[in-house]
Nanobody
Framework: QVQLVESGGGLVQPGGSLRLSCTVSGLFRPYTMAWYRQAPGKQRELVASVGSGSSTNYADSVKGRFTVSRDNDKKTVDLQMNSLKPEDTAVYYC??????????WGQGTQVTVSS
């Protein structure tokens, strides 16, 4: 059974920073890990991903502000978010994609950017 547990969300002022972390139980090293987010009334969207070889991919809206990283020994994937904007407000979800229909999600963590 794969479990993903996120932590690190919260309330931050515009321009501030937050670091999200996701801890995975089960297999970790071979799989791409990603962060998604879903704002109220909007579809879930990919924020950033990091492959098994640590190649990264970012949504245009977060390039230069967010950094995704993974630690294969600790089985964690982090999302460092800097220069946060109100439009970054959303529930952030950790994802492990094993291909086909094998995609696993965490429970989500709320990020609110507001003054």
């Amino acid at each position: 059974q794969v479990q993903l547990v996120e932590s690190g969300g919260g309330l931050v002022q515009p321009g501030g920073s937050l670091r999200l972390s996701c801890t995975v139980s089960g297999l970790f090293r071979p799989y791409t890990m990603a962060w998604y987010r879903q704002a109220p009334g909007k579809q879930r969207e990919l924020v950033a991903s990091v492959g098994s070889g640590s190649s990264t991919n970012y949504a245009d809206s977060v390039k230069g502000r967010f950094t995704v990283s993974r630690d294969n020994d600790k089985k964690t994937v982090d999302l460092q978010m800097n220069s946060l904007k109100p439009e970054d407000t959303a529930v952030y979800y950790c994802n492990q994609d094993r291909g086909g229909d094998r995609s696993y999600w965490g429970q989500g963590t709320q990020v609110t950017v507001s003054s």
